[in-house]
């Protein structure tokens, strides 16, 4: 029997703060997917909608004012509304992807690193340590063992950040080991030259330099950095100075993602 190739869908969730979900949504556009943005409270309202596309996005922005911390409010709704909806959801081979606030939605939700599907948190994002908000670009270099279906075919990427909460911690050091053991590690700070990065390289003080982990199907990713941030050479901010191809590198991050619904789903 020929396997038919499925359409790729892609719901970007929006509302209560969420400010990048235009971006996320023409990312995925440009990628080949059919990209819908989705109010929180429809999702909520309809929990049967998740289960009709194959790729979840939770875009970056400042979701429910960063109360209590950075994603804290909007991971409380997700895991105890849509809780085993996104366990189906992860477990049906489906992906998800969370960016800047998006990630730190996640981790606080324990859907990432996701070492058991218990919702238990293992990581966090929290102040950085430059004690304010930093919006700059910055390097990065992907985990050679890294085995995530979004970083499939990246060795390095610059991109632009946003954050003020964006100092990856883990609990313990067995925590951390178990990252880098089990490939969850994607995607680290670095300097211009690929090296070991001093602030402002590594934004935020992140531990081990992390910007990005998946969980261990490496199917649930999360990132500070802003791949929707450069979709094209004119979101470089050095664009009038430099040769630069015109697609951006951002866009990368995106194709994986449909790519691999086409293939697999």
């Known amino acids: 029997m020929v396997k038919t190739m499925a359409e790729p869908r892609a719901l970007i969730l929006v509302g209560f703060g969420i400010n990048c979900d235009y971006e996320t949504e023409h990312a995925f556009q440009l990628a080949g997917a059919f990209a819908r943005r989705l109010h929180l409270n429809d999702l909520l309202a309809d929990k ?9 996005a939770l875009p970056g922005g400042f979701s429910f004012g960063d109360h209590i911390a950075s994603g804290r409010v909007l991971a409380n709704r997700l895991r105890y509304a849509l809780g085993s909806e996104l366990i189906s959801f992860i477990a049906d081979g489906k992906l998800v992807i969370g960016i800047c606030n998006g990630f730190q939605v996640l981790v606080k939700m324990g859907l990432l690193p996701g070492f058991d599907v218990d919702f238990k948190q293992t990581v966090t994002l929290t102040l950085n340590y430059s004690g304010k908000f930093e919006d700059r670009w910055v390097y990065l270099k992907a985990d050679s063992k890294a ?3 979004f970083s499939g075919g990246i060795d390095s990427l610059y991109l632009p950040v946003r954050h003020g909460e964006g100092k990856f911690m883990t609990d313990n050091p067995e925590t951390l080991d178990r990252l880098r053991v089990n490939g969850q590690v994607v995607l680290r700070y670095c300097s211009p030259e690929g090296g070991s990065p001093d602030y402002p390289f590594n934004p935020n003080g992140s531990e081990d330099d992390i910007a990005a982990i998946c969980d261990s199907t490496g199917r649930v990713f999360g990132m500070m950095p802003h791949p929707e941030g450069y979709l094209y050479r004119e979101n470089h901010p050095r664009w009038t100075r430099e ?3 015109s697609e951006g590198l951002g866009r990368q991050i995106f194709r994986n993602a449909v790519e691999y ?3 697999n789903l």
């Open 243 to 245: 040769k630069l191809p």
């Open 261 to 263: 619904v086409r293939n």
């Open 48 to 56: 049967g909608l998740l289960a009709r596309y194959h790729i979840l």
């Open 147 to 149: 085995n995530c279906v």
